[in-house]
Protein backbone atom coordinates (compact mmCIF):
# COMPACT_ATOMS: atom_id res chain seq x y z
CA UNK A 1 0.00 0.00 0.00
CA UNK A 2 1.21 3.28 -1.37
CA UNK A 3 1.58 6.47 1.11
CA UNK A 4 0.74 9.41 -0.51
CA UNK A 5 0.09 13.08 1.24
CA UNK A 6 -3.00 14.84 1.19
CA UNK A 7 -3.25 18.06 -0.18
CA UNK A 8 -3.26 21.03 2.36
CA UNK A 9 -6.47 22.30 3.10
CA UNK A 10 -7.32 25.13 1.43
CA UNK A 11 -9.52 28.20 2.37
CA UNK A 12 -12.62 28.89 0.58
CA UNK A 13 -13.31 32.01 -0.64
CA UNK A 14 -16.85 31.81 0.11
CA UNK A 15 -16.90 32.62 3.85
CA UNK A 16 -14.99 35.71 3.27
CA UNK A 17 -18.07 36.68 0.75
CA UNK A 18 -20.51 36.15 3.13
CA UNK A 19 -18.73 38.23 5.48
CA UNK A 20 -17.98 41.13 3.48
CA UNK A 21 -21.57 40.67 2.33
CA UNK A 22 -22.77 41.24 5.63
CA UNK A 23 -20.43 43.49 6.42
CA UNK A 24 -22.53 45.53 3.70
CA UNK A 25 -25.69 44.83 4.80
CA UNK A 26 -24.58 46.29 8.34
CA UNK A 27 -23.41 49.30 7.21
CA UNK A 28 -26.27 49.82 5.21
CA UNK A 29 -28.85 49.11 7.55
CA UNK A 30 -27.32 51.00 10.89
CA UNK A 31 -25.34 53.62 9.01
CA UNK A 32 -27.51 54.54 5.77
CA UNK A 33 -26.29 58.02 6.38
CA UNK A 34 -22.42 57.22 6.48
CA UNK A 35 -22.64 54.41 3.38
CA UNK A 36 -24.30 57.69 1.66
CA UNK A 37 -21.47 59.84 2.26
CA UNK A 38 -18.81 56.80 1.20
CA UNK A 39 -20.80 56.46 -1.81
CA UNK A 40 -20.59 59.92 -2.62
CA UNK A 41 -16.78 60.07 -2.23
CA UNK A 42 -16.33 56.82 -4.00
CA UNK A 43 -17.83 58.55 -7.05
CA UNK A 44 -15.82 61.42 -6.65
CA UNK A 45 -12.92 59.76 -6.41
CA UNK A 46 -13.47 57.87 -9.50
CA UNK A 47 -14.05 61.18 -11.32
CA UNK A 48 -10.95 62.47 -10.30
CA UNK A 49 -9.10 59.25 -11.30
CA UNK A 50 -10.79 59.53 -14.59
CA UNK A 51 -11.43 62.66 -15.44
CA UNK A 52 -9.16 63.07 -18.29
CA UNK A 53 -11.70 60.23 -20.16
CA UNK A 54 -15.26 61.54 -18.42
CA UNK A 55 -14.62 65.56 -18.78
CA UNK A 56 -16.59 66.76 -21.67
CA UNK A 57 -13.94 69.43 -22.49
CA UNK A 58 -10.04 70.11 -21.91
CA UNK A 59 -10.11 72.62 -18.56
CA UNK A 60 -7.83 74.40 -19.53
CA UNK A 61 -8.80 75.17 -23.31
CA UNK A 62 -9.47 78.54 -23.72
CA UNK A 63 -12.69 79.66 -26.00
CA UNK A 64 -13.26 83.78 -25.67
CA UNK A 65 -16.59 83.05 -28.22
CA UNK A 66 -18.20 81.05 -25.31
CA UNK A 67 -17.63 83.04 -22.23
CA UNK A 68 -20.36 83.80 -19.27
CA UNK A 69 -22.45 81.32 -21.43
CA UNK A 70 -25.45 79.87 -18.82
CA UNK A 71 -25.60 76.58 -18.28
CA UNK A 72 -26.94 74.39 -21.48
CA UNK A 73 -27.24 71.06 -23.77
CA UNK A 74 -23.63 72.34 -24.84
CA UNK A 75 -22.31 73.20 -20.89
CA UNK A 76 -24.29 72.03 -18.68
CA UNK A 77 -22.54 73.79 -15.55
CA UNK A 78 -22.35 76.89 -18.34
CA UNK A 79 -18.42 78.24 -18.91
CA UNK A 80 -16.17 81.45 -17.29
CA UNK A 81 -14.60 84.33 -18.15
CA UNK A 82 -12.59 82.34 -20.33
CA UNK A 83 -15.01 80.40 -21.92
CA UNK A 84 -13.54 77.19 -20.03
CA UNK A 85 -16.13 74.67 -19.22
CA UNK A 86 -17.18 74.88 -15.49
CA UNK A 87 -18.32 71.23 -15.41
CA UNK A 88 -15.05 69.40 -16.61
CA UNK A 89 -12.97 72.20 -14.59
CA UNK A 90 -14.63 70.89 -11.50
CA UNK A 91 -14.42 67.15 -12.20
CA UNK A 92 -10.28 67.98 -12.69
CA UNK A 93 -11.30 69.87 -9.43
CA UNK A 94 -11.92 66.57 -7.76
CA UNK A 95 -8.71 65.29 -8.81
CA UNK A 96 -6.69 68.14 -7.04
CA UNK A 97 -8.78 68.33 -4.21
CA UNK A 98 -7.99 64.44 -3.52
CA UNK A 99 -4.64 65.07 -4.27
CA UNK A 100 -4.16 67.30 -1.67
CA UNK A 101 -6.81 65.90 0.96
CA UNK A 102 -5.21 62.48 0.78
CA UNK A 103 -2.02 63.50 0.80
CA UNK A 104 -2.04 66.13 3.42
CA UNK A 105 -4.51 63.71 5.96
CA UNK A 106 -2.58 60.52 5.33
CA UNK A 107 0.95 62.48 6.03
CA UNK A 108 -0.34 64.43 8.94
CA UNK A 109 -2.20 61.65 10.69
CA UNK A 110 0.25 59.31 10.38
CA UNK A 111 3.21 61.48 12.13
CA UNK A 112 0.87 62.52 14.38
CA UNK A 113 -0.19 59.30 15.47
CA UNK A 114 3.70 58.13 15.60
CA UNK A 115 4.66 60.87 17.95
CA UNK A 116 1.46 60.42 19.98
CA UNK A 117 2.45 56.91 20.59
CA UNK A 118 6.04 56.99 21.31
CA UNK A 119 4.85 59.57 23.60
CA UNK A 120 2.54 57.69 25.28
CA UNK A 121 4.77 54.94 25.69
CA UNK A 122 7.88 56.70 27.06
CA UNK A 123 5.69 58.97 29.15
CA UNK A 124 7.89 61.43 31.96
CA UNK A 125 10.15 64.23 30.23
CA UNK A 126 10.04 63.23 27.01
CA UNK A 127 6.08 63.47 27.13
CA UNK A 128 6.23 66.27 28.98
CA UNK A 129 8.45 68.73 25.72
CA UNK A 130 6.23 66.77 22.90
CA UNK A 131 2.80 68.08 24.76
CA UNK A 132 4.03 71.41 25.64
CA UNK A 133 4.88 71.81 21.91
CA UNK A 134 1.94 70.13 20.86
CA UNK A 135 -0.28 72.55 23.28
CA UNK A 136 1.43 75.49 21.81
CA UNK A 137 0.70 74.35 17.56
CA UNK A 138 -2.54 73.25 18.85
CA UNK A 139 -4.14 76.88 20.03
CA UNK A 140 -3.80 78.02 17.08
CA UNK A 141 -6.83 77.59 14.44
CA UNK A 142 -5.83 74.83 12.10
CA UNK A 143 -6.49 77.54 9.00
CA UNK A 144 -4.15 80.00 10.86
CA UNK A 145 -1.59 77.67 11.33
CA UNK A 146 -1.82 76.26 7.89
CA UNK A 147 -1.62 80.09 6.08
CA UNK A 148 1.59 80.81 8.78
CA UNK A 149 2.92 77.65 7.34
CA UNK A 150 2.41 78.66 3.75
CA UNK A 151 3.96 81.70 3.97
CA UNK A 152 6.97 80.35 5.17
CA UNK A 153 7.53 77.59 2.51
CA UNK A 154 5.83 79.60 -0.45
CA UNK A 155 3.00 78.54 -2.55
CA UNK A 156 2.30 75.56 -4.83
CA UNK A 157 0.84 72.01 -4.46
CA UNK A 158 3.72 70.28 -2.94
CA UNK A 159 4.25 72.96 -0.02
CA UNK A 160 0.24 73.30 -0.04
CA UNK A 161 0.12 69.42 1.44
CA UNK A 162 2.86 70.00 3.39
CA UNK A 163 1.35 72.85 5.47
CA UNK A 164 -1.71 71.48 5.35
CA UNK A 165 -0.45 67.88 7.13
CA UNK A 166 1.99 69.96 9.31
CA UNK A 167 -1.16 71.98 10.81
CA UNK A 168 -3.26 68.30 11.45
CA UNK A 169 0.19 66.78 13.20
CA UNK A 170 -0.67 68.48 16.62
CA UNK A 171 -4.36 67.54 16.64
CA UNK A 172 -3.42 63.97 15.33
CA UNK A 173 -0.88 63.18 17.89
CA UNK A 174 -2.87 64.60 21.45
CA UNK A 175 -6.37 62.21 20.26
CA UNK A 176 -3.63 59.31 19.45
CA UNK A 177 -2.00 59.74 22.73
CA UNK A 178 -5.08 59.48 24.65
CA UNK A 179 -5.93 56.32 23.40
CA UNK A 180 -2.64 54.96 23.51
CA UNK A 181 -1.95 55.93 27.31
CA UNK A 182 -5.34 53.10 27.88
CA UNK A 183 -3.28 50.74 25.60
CA UNK A 184 -0.18 51.10 27.46
CA UNK A 185 -1.01 49.72 30.73
CA UNK A 186 -2.81 46.76 29.31
CA UNK A 187 -1.10 43.30 30.37
CA UNK A 188 0.80 42.30 27.33
CA UNK A 189 2.39 45.67 26.95
CA UNK A 190 4.30 44.82 30.33
CA UNK A 191 4.43 41.26 28.90
CA UNK A 192 6.47 42.51 25.88
CA UNK A 193 8.62 44.62 27.98
CA UNK A 194 9.31 41.31 30.47
CA UNK A 195 10.32 39.62 27.26
CA UNK A 196 12.55 41.82 26.16
CA UNK A 197 10.79 43.85 23.32
CA UNK A 198 12.15 46.48 22.13
CA UNK A 199 10.77 50.44 22.37
CA UNK A 200 10.29 50.34 18.09
CA UNK A 201 8.79 46.66 18.41
CA UNK A 202 6.28 47.50 20.98
CA UNK A 203 4.96 50.83 19.70
CA UNK A 204 4.94 49.65 16.02
CA UNK A 205 3.30 45.94 17.04
CA UNK A 206 1.48 45.98 19.78
CA UNK A 207 0.23 49.17 20.67
CA UNK A 208 0.04 51.26 17.02
CA UNK A 209 -2.46 48.26 15.88
CA UNK A 210 -4.31 48.91 18.84
CA UNK A 211 -5.45 52.80 18.13
CA UNK A 212 -6.15 52.20 14.40
CA UNK A 213 -10.00 52.51 15.40
CA UNK A 214 -8.96 56.38 16.30
CA UNK A 215 -6.83 56.78 13.76
CA UNK A 216 -8.97 55.70 10.90
CA UNK A 217 -11.81 57.94 12.23
CA UNK A 218 -9.49 60.97 12.60
CA UNK A 219 -8.36 60.30 9.37
CA UNK A 220 -11.45 60.18 7.53
CA UNK A 221 -12.28 63.76 9.42
CA UNK A 222 -9.17 65.28 8.13
CA UNK A 223 -9.74 64.52 4.72
CA UNK A 224 -13.14 66.59 4.80
CA UNK A 225 -11.11 69.61 6.73
CA UNK A 226 -8.00 69.49 4.44
CA UNK A 227 -10.02 69.54 0.87
CA UNK A 228 -12.17 72.62 2.81
CA UNK A 229 -8.28 74.33 3.37
CA UNK A 230 -7.26 73.39 0.08
CA UNK A 231 -10.04 75.52 -1.34
CA UNK A 232 -9.63 77.99 1.19
CA UNK A 233 -5.72 78.88 0.75
CA UNK A 234 -6.50 79.08 -3.09
CA UNK A 235 -9.66 81.09 -2.83
CA UNK A 236 -6.62 83.07 -1.31
CA UNK A 237 -4.29 82.79 -3.66
CA UNK A 238 -2.01 80.99 -1.14
CA UNK A 239 -2.71 77.40 -2.72
CA UNK A 240 -2.50 75.91 -6.47
CA UNK A 241 -1.87 78.44 -8.50
CA UNK A 242 -3.33 79.34 -12.26
CA UNK A 243 -4.39 77.16 -14.41
CA UNK A 244 -4.55 74.26 -12.67
CA UNK A 245 -8.12 73.30 -11.92
CA UNK A 246 -9.11 73.84 -8.37
CA UNK A 247 -12.77 74.54 -6.52
CA UNK A 248 -10.86 77.26 -4.78
CA UNK A 249 -9.24 79.13 -7.44
CA UNK A 250 -13.01 78.44 -9.29
CA UNK A 251 -14.91 80.60 -6.40
CA UNK A 252 -11.50 82.74 -6.41
CA UNK A 253 -12.35 83.80 -10.13
CA UNK A 254 -16.59 84.42 -9.68
CA UNK A 255 -15.66 85.92 -6.24
CA UNK A 256 -16.76 90.02 -7.19
CA UNK A 257 -16.27 90.79 -10.65
CA UNK A 258 -18.55 87.98 -12.30
CA UNK A 259 -21.08 86.93 -9.19
CA UNK A 260 -23.83 88.48 -10.39
CA UNK A 261 -23.18 88.09 -14.11
CA UNK A 262 -22.54 84.36 -13.88
CA UNK A 263 -23.94 82.89 -10.54
CA UNK A 264 -23.02 79.68 -11.97
CA UNK A 265 -19.16 80.08 -12.03
CA UNK A 266 -19.78 80.01 -7.76
CA UNK A 267 -22.38 77.41 -7.30
CA UNK A 268 -21.69 74.74 -8.83
CA UNK A 269 -17.65 75.43 -7.30
CA UNK A 270 -19.56 75.99 -3.87
CA UNK A 271 -21.83 72.67 -4.13
CA UNK A 272 -18.57 70.89 -4.85
CA UNK A 273 -16.66 71.93 -2.36
CA UNK A 274 -19.90 71.94 0.48
CA UNK A 275 -21.37 68.03 -0.75
CA UNK A 276 -17.55 66.56 -0.26
CA UNK A 277 -17.19 68.15 3.03
CA UNK A 278 -20.35 66.96 3.85
CA UNK A 279 -19.80 63.31 2.26
CA UNK A 280 -16.58 62.71 4.62
CA UNK A 281 -17.95 63.98 8.10
CA UNK A 282 -20.63 61.59 7.46
CA UNK A 283 -18.73 59.00 6.82
CA UNK A 284 -16.38 59.60 10.01
CA UNK A 285 -19.39 59.59 11.91
CA UNK A 286 -20.41 56.71 10.62
CA UNK A 287 -16.99 54.87 11.24
CA UNK A 288 -17.14 56.10 14.98
CA UNK A 289 -20.24 54.76 15.43
CA UNK A 290 -19.32 51.77 13.72
CA UNK A 291 -15.53 50.85 15.49
CA UNK A 292 -16.58 52.86 19.06
CA UNK A 293 -18.19 49.63 21.10
CA UNK A 294 -19.46 52.32 23.91
CA UNK A 295 -21.53 53.97 20.77
CA UNK A 296 -22.50 50.72 19.46
CA UNK A 297 -26.56 49.61 19.43
Known sequence: MSLTSSPAPTVSAVPQQRWRRKAAQRLL????????????VLVLL?????????APYDPLA???????????HTHWFGTDSFGRDVLSRIIHGARTAFIVGFGSSVTGATIGA????ASAYFGGF????LQRLVDVLISFPIIILALAIVAIIGAGTEKLIVAIALSF???????VRSSALIVREMVYIDAARALGGSPARI???????????????MLTTFLGQAILLEASLSFLGLGVSEPTPAWGLMLRGAA?????????????PGLAISVTVLAFNVLGDALRDALDPRLRG
Open 29 to 40: QHYPVGAAGGAI
Open 46 to 54: LLGVSAWWV
Open 62 to 72: VDFGAMFRPPG
Open 114 to 117: VVGV
Open 126 to 129: TDLV
Open 169 to 175: LPRAERV
Open 203 to 217: IFKHMAPNVTASYLV
Open 256 to 268: VDFVQKAPWMAVF
